[in-house]
Every structure is written in structure tokens, then in C-alpha cells.
């Protein structure tokens, strides 16, 4: 099978570290996004997949438009193209070029969470279940017909970097068997029921910040959600607080929202319902901490802040 793969992020690591060693796959081509700045002092660095791709000595191609995207895919002669968090929507005519389409490997349970930030709308909200949907790609965002579909559990400790892992390394699991069976035939896509589809928007920095007057538990899956980027923080007296890992108490009367409470060497934070018990924070400017360390050297900017 000759592929030309397509993706950015880390996420999209495992699927790729495992096409390139499997002997009956010959990868044409990586595409992904240019090099950008990262960090304070911009340093410009290449995306994760890059780096991947030039340790499997594979060709790689960084478009900055979809007019150069289409320029330099037009001689290529490839049965599929894989694509996993790559960053552009494909034309029409990029689409024809593979011989058996365009295969979108998607981190829900389409059409649930179409959009850029899947695996984060599924902890925001709670959910107990997720999964990777396995698309014929078309012009519009996640909406092509599902080749094929596994569903996962998300237990109560899963957090965006744990979630995100286990769906990546099923991915790469179940992908190399499933273009095997699309060229035999024994998958067929089946369009998706669109009326149910739902959209989630990209994660901004600013979206890890905590209002207090929002419920324990949603807050929690904030965390959960944006654990570790953008992370979730708060700020006392100027200074920025990232809370990294954090426990409930849901139905425990309390006090004003963001109000802190100090006994017994732990921290509880006052919420529109339940407490925020904080386990593990990351002061602005230091590495993260347990609360036992980090009460005993904060603890009286947690006074003076209430």
C-alpha cells in the first residue's frame, strides 16, 4: 500500500511510528504543518511529526496554503492518505488524487465533537466513554462517512495527555487491518446521521482560566480537560497558579466562590457548589508541587488573599 500521511501534532506519533515499520506500507510522504515559533523567545521549531518522519529518513512536505498542498500532491500516485490532526481542509481535487480516498482518523464518536478539540469537549463535559472514527474525507470538517468506529472508556483519572494517548495507540492499532479490508471491500462507509452532529471550537490559552462561581465538578473536568495545555490556573494577588491534578467534595455547604480553606494540611477552595480540593499546582515560575509543599511556602499569600 502507498500512503502519503498527514498530521501535526504528537498525537498523531504512534500511528505513524507503527506504518513506518510495517513492510507492506510504503509511505510516500509527510505532510505536515511549517515550522513555527514556540516559547517566550520564539524559537522556531519543527512540528513532532517532523521529527518523526526524518528519523525514518521519509520525505516531508510543509504547504502553507492549499493551492501549495494541491501543487505538491499532483504527480503523486498513492492508494490512501491518512490524515490525523494535520491542520487543513482538503479541496475537492486533493481528495481525488489517492486511489481510495482520503482517511481521517478522528478522536470521537462522530458525528459527536466534529471540530479541533474532540478529546477536550469529551472530559469537559463529563462524559464516560469516547472513542476514534475512521472517515472517508470530504470538503466539510468531520463530515464523511465512517469506514469504521471503536469506542474506549475514559476512567475518572484520565486527563487530556492520558486520553489522548490510549486513543492514539488504538488508532495505530486497529488502522493498518482496516486499509487492508477498505481495499478488499469488507468496509463500506455509511453516511453519517448529520442532524446529530455537534461542534467543538479550538482550545485558547485563556480557557484554563477557573471562575469560581462555576460548580466543583465542572471546574475538576477543566482540569482533566486542559491538563497539560493550555492548563488551568487561577491568580492571587497577581501571581499565577496552575492547579494540575485536583479532587471534590460536591455536596459540602460552602462559602463565597474562591474563598480558600486551610485545615489539616489541605487546601479547599470554595466553589458555586462543593469544594476544589487541589493535589497537585504549579506556582508561575516553579515546577509543579504536591500541596504539602506547596502550603508550606505559600500558605500565607492564601491568607492575605481572602
Not at 492518505?81 to 482517511?103: D, N, Q, T
Not at 487491518?177 to 462507509?189: F, K, R, W
Not at 461542534?199 to 485563556?206: E, M, Q
Not at 474563598?259 to 489539616?264: D, R, T, W
Request: proline residues 7%; glycine residues 6%.
Amino acid at each position: 500500500m502507498k500512503i502519503v500521511f498527514f498530521g501535526t501534532p504528537e498525537i498523531a506519533a504512534p500511528v505513524l511510528e507503527t506504518l513506518a515499520q510495517i513492510s507492506n506500507i510504503e509511505i510516500l510522504s509527510i505532510v505536515t504543518q511549517p515550522d513555527k515559533p514556540v516559547g517566550r523567545k520564539g524559537k522556531i521549531t519543527p512540528p513532532p511529526i517532523k521529527t518523526i518522519a526524518e528519523k525514518h529518513n521519509l520525505k516531508v512536505l510543509q504547504p502553507h496554503t492549499k493551492k501549495e498542498l494541491q501543487t505538491a500532491l499532483k504527480d503523486i500516485k498513492a492508494d490512501f492518505f491518512i490524515v490525523i490532526a494535520y491542520g487543513m481542509i482538503f479541496s475537492k481535487e486533493v481528495l481525488k488524487i489517492p486511489k481510495y480516498g482520503a482517511i481521517n482518523i478522528h478522536y470521537s464518536l462522530l458525528p459527536k465533537y466534529r471540530g479541533a478539540s474532540p478529546i477536550q469537549e469529551s472530559l469537559l463535559n463529563g462524559d464516560t466513554e469516547t472513542g476514534i472514527s475512521l472517515i472517508k474525507m470530504d470538503e466539510e470538517l468531520d463530515h464523511g462517512p465512517i469506514i469504521l468506529m471503536k469506542r474506549i472508556e475514559i476512567e475518572d483519572e484520565d486527563n487530556l495527555q492520558t486520553l489522548s494517548k490510549k486513543l492514539s495507540i488504538l488508532s495505530s492499532q486497529i488502522l493498518p487491518l482496516a486499509l487492508e479490508d477498505v481495499i478488499e471491500g469488507t468496509l463500506q462507509p455509511i453516511e453519517q446521521n448529520h442532524e446529530q452532529a455537534t461542534f467543538c471550537k479550538k482550545t485558547k490559552k485563556s480557557d484554563g482560566k477557573i471562575d469560581w462561581n462555576t460548580p466543583a465538578k465542572d471546574i475538576k473536568n477543566m482540569i482533566r480537560a486542559y491538563t497539560p495545555w493550555p492548563s488551568v490556573f487561577t491568580e492571587i494577588k497577581g501571581k499565577k497558579i496552575k492547579i494540575l491534578e485536583a479532587d471534590i467534595e460536591e455536596n459540602a455547604p460552602t462559602t463565597v466562590p474562591g474563598k480558600f480553606v486551610i485545615e489539616n494540611k489541605t487546601l479547599k477552595i470554595s466553589t458555586k457548589k462543593g469544594y476544589l480540593i487541589p493535589k497537585k499546582l504549579q506556582p508561575e515560575g516553579k515546577k509543579e508541587m504536591d500541596i504539602k509543599t506547596f502550603l508550606n511556602g505559600y500558605q500565607n499569600l492564601l491568607k492575605t488573599s481572602n
